[in-house]
């Protein structure tokens, strides 16, 4: 078989099936497609991560710590940067192509056979916990997309349901206020599970405790049951103490940069050390090791470029643009910073552009060109309508990669691309994934 021509002939018949405009939820087809498939989902020890921010930094590190436990992880995620096998990995390794092309196919010619056509979602997430069975992983740890409840993924009964932030974003889908949006996350809380809470707000806390009592499951929450105490924040090193009711853990050392990475840290480490109840055995040399080495493309994703400091971070709503011009202002001060932003059409934009307006000296809007994405023609009358924000400079380019080449050529210091996942991609992908081993970028690793 000529696995490229076969993979990308599958690629194209998959693309068919993209969302041309609204999102379909809903567990009736995937349910379907996976008993056609032999339920491989069935039996799959797991865990669940929910949340609006940082699920898929948790999804990593979590991941990274059971598989230095020993264990033979799956891991499922979404979106992807590049490649759509980033989203299906064993041991952080991406499924293979003939793998891919093999399973995919034979599932989607069953997807066809349904009255009710599956999403390309819905394929993906089927493809998944097939590759999962077949390869005999002994646990796997799932990203939910969008929501929890209606999220095909959430088929799945998990051994913990994990739920990380609480704050607006998809409102269209998951209600307009956050209890609203915390019952949705809730979803995936199954009866007599094990829930870790990373939120804080009363609100959300409030649903999330009155769903877990209904369910017989067992919650611990931040702020309650596991904390952490920053030590040390900066490019050369971050370090916390993690406490809980269950372990002490003094000087943890992480190895994903940000400042909220410490709540992602933290919320994995509660997980980790769950487990241990639970029949999967985990080590604090386990998890001290898995946090140190866990890496996660396009969150606080820096690079060196000359004398420049590169950074990539998904921040692609309010919360996380907060989360992103906080850690910003503490590691780069009085550093002058250009940001890269496009953002899409169902995003709360102009509450992340008073964010960036904070500590912009230059903002290059752009935008990858998708139906879904706001017009830099649009971004540049949103900026303007701002009131009482600092004179910033701010130009439209169309081209994401034209825009990226622009911004290295700027006077900052410091240059940021943010706004959206599928943004960082097509930048990564045109001018940096792709150029092989002469690529001019270098990956510096902050350590």
Same mark, same amino acid.
């Given at each position: 078989?000529?696995?490229?021509?076969?993979?990308?002939?599958?690629?194209?018949?998959?693309?068919?099936?993209? %969302?041309?405009?609204?999102?379909?939820?809903?567990?009736?087809r995937i349910r379907e497609l996976l008993d056609r498939c032999g339920n491989p989902h069935?039996?799959?020890?797991?865990?669940?991560?929910?949340?609006?921010?940082?699920?898929?930094?948790?999804?990593?590190?979590?991941?990274?710590?059971?598989?230095?436990?020993?264990?033979?992880?799956?891991?499922?995620?979404? %979106?992807?940067?590049?490649?759509?096998?980033?989203?299906?990995? #064993?041991?952080?390794?991406w499924i293979d192509k003939e793998a891919f092309v093999t399973l995919g196919s034979r599932?989607?010619?069953?997807?066809?056979?349904?009255? !009710?056509? %599956?999403?390309?979602?819905?394929?993906?997430?089927?493809?998944?916990?097939?590759?999962?069975?077949?390869?005999?992983?002994?646990?796997?740890?799932?990203?939910?997309?969008?929501?929890?409840?209606?999220?095909?993924?959430?088929?799945?009964? %998990?051994?913990?349901?994990? #739920?990380?932030?609480?704050?607006?974003?998809?409102?269209?889908?998951?209600?307009?206020?956050?209890?609203?949006?915390?019952?949705? &996350?809730?979803?995936?809380?199954?009866?007599?599970?094990?829930?870790?809470?990373?939120?804080?707000?009363?609100?959300?806390?409030?649903?999330?405790?009155?769903?877990?009592?209904?369910?017989?499951?067992?919650?611990?929450? $931040?702020? &309650?049951? +596991?904390?952490?105490?920053?030590?040390?924040?900066?490019?050369?090193?971050?370090?916390? !103490? +993690?406490?809980?009711?269950?372990?002490?853990?003094?000087?943890?050392?992480?190895?994903?940069?940000?400042?909220?990475?410490?709540?992602?840290?933290?919320?994995?480490?509660?997980?980790?050390?769950?487990?241990?109840?639970?029949? #999967?055995?985990?080590?604090? $040399?386990?998890?001290?090791?898995?946090?140190?080495?866990?890496?996660?493309?396009?969150?606080?994703?820096?690079?060196?470029?000359?004398?420049?400091?590169?950074?990539? !971070?998904?921040?692609?709503?309010?919360?996380?643009?907060?989360?992103?011009?906080?850690?910003?202002?503490?590691? +780069?001060?009085?550093?002058?910073?250009?940001?890269?932003?496009?953002?899409?059409?169902?995003?709360?934009?102009?509450?992340?552009?008073?964010?960036?307006?904070?500590?912009?000296?230059?903002?290059?809007?752009?935008?990858?060109?998708?139906?879904?994405?706001?017009?830099?023609?649009?971004?540049? !009358?949103?900026?303007?309508?701002?009131?009482?924000?600092?004179?910033?400079?701010?130009?439209?380019?169309?081209?994401?990669?034209?825009?990226?080449?622009?911004?290295?050529?700027?006077?900052? $210091?410091?240059?940021?691309?943010?706004?959206?996942?599928?943004?960082i991609g097509k930048i990564l992908e045109e001018n940096f994934e792709n150029r092989g081993?002469?690529?001019?970028?270098?990956?510096?690793?902050?350590?």
């Amino acid at each position: 078989m000529n696995n490229l021509l076969s993979y990308e002939a599958f690629l194209r018949e998959l693309d068919t099936l993209r %969302p041309s405009g609204e999102i379909r939820l809903g567990l009736e087809r995937i349910r379907e497609l996976l008993d056609r498939c032999g339920n491989p989902h069935v039996g799959l020890k797991n865990i669940i991560v929910a949340g609006t921010n940082g699920k898929g930094s948790v999804v990593a590190t979590l991941s990274n710590i059971l598989k230095l436990a020993g264990y033979k992880v799956g891991t499922y995620i979404s %979106p992807h940067l590049c490649d759509i096998r980033e989203r299906i990995m #064993i041991d952080g390794c991406w499924i293979d192509k003939e793998a891919f092309v093999t399973l995919g196919s034979r599932i989607l010619e069953m997807a066809r056979g349904m009255a !009710d056509i %599956p999403t390309y979602y819905e394929i993906i997430t089927a493809i998944a916990f097939s590759y999962f069975r077949e390869t005999k992983v002994d646990i796997a740890v799932l990203e939910i997309g969008l929501g929890g409840r209606l999220d095909a993924v959430n088929v799945a009964y %998990p051994l913990e349901a994990v #739920i990380t932030t609480i704050d607006f974003d998809h409102e269209h889908y998951l209600g307009s206020d956050i209890a609203s949006i915390a019952s949705e &996350k809730a979803g995936i809380i199954k009866e007599n599970v094990t829930v870790v809470l990373g939120e804080e707000k009363e609100e959300a806390v409030k649903v999330i405790e009155k769903v877990s009592s209904e369910k017989g499951a067992k919650l611990y929450r $931040k702020g &309650k049951d +596991f904390d952490f105490q920053i030590k040390a924040f900066s490019l050369e090193k971050s370090l916390m !103490d +993690f406490k809980s009711d269950l372990s002490f853990l003094p000087d943890v050392e992480l190895g994903l940069k940000g400042m909220y990475q410490f709540l992602n840290t933290s919320i994995a480490i509660e997980s980790a050390l769950l487990l241990n109840d639970l029949g #999967i055995r985990v080590s604090e $040399k386990s998890i001290r090791d898995g946090v140190k080495s866990a890496r996660w493309r396009a969150r606080f994703d820096l690079f060196k470029y000359g004398e420049k400091m590169i950074i990539f !971070d998904g921040a692609h709503n309010p919360h996380g643009m907060r989360a992103l011009v906080s850690t910003l202002q503490h590691l +780069f001060k009085d550093e002058d910073i250009c940001f890269v932003f496009g953002v899409l059409k169902t995003k709360r934009y102009l509450e992340m552009l008073r964010e960036l307006s904070k500590i912009a000296n230059k903002i290059i809007f752009t935008s990858t060109g998708a139906e879904s994405a706001v017009t830099v023609q649009e971004l540049l !009358d949103a900026f303007t309508s701002l009131e009482g924000i600092k004179e910033i400079p701010v130009v439209g380019v169309n081209s994401p990669s034209t825009a990226f080449k622009e911004a290295l050529a700027s006077k900052e $210091k410091v240059v940021c691309v943010c706004g959206s996942l599928y943004l960082i991609g097509k930048i990564l992908e045109e001018n940096f994934e792709n150029r092989g081993a002469n690529n001019s970028f270098q990956k510096r690793i902050l350590v």
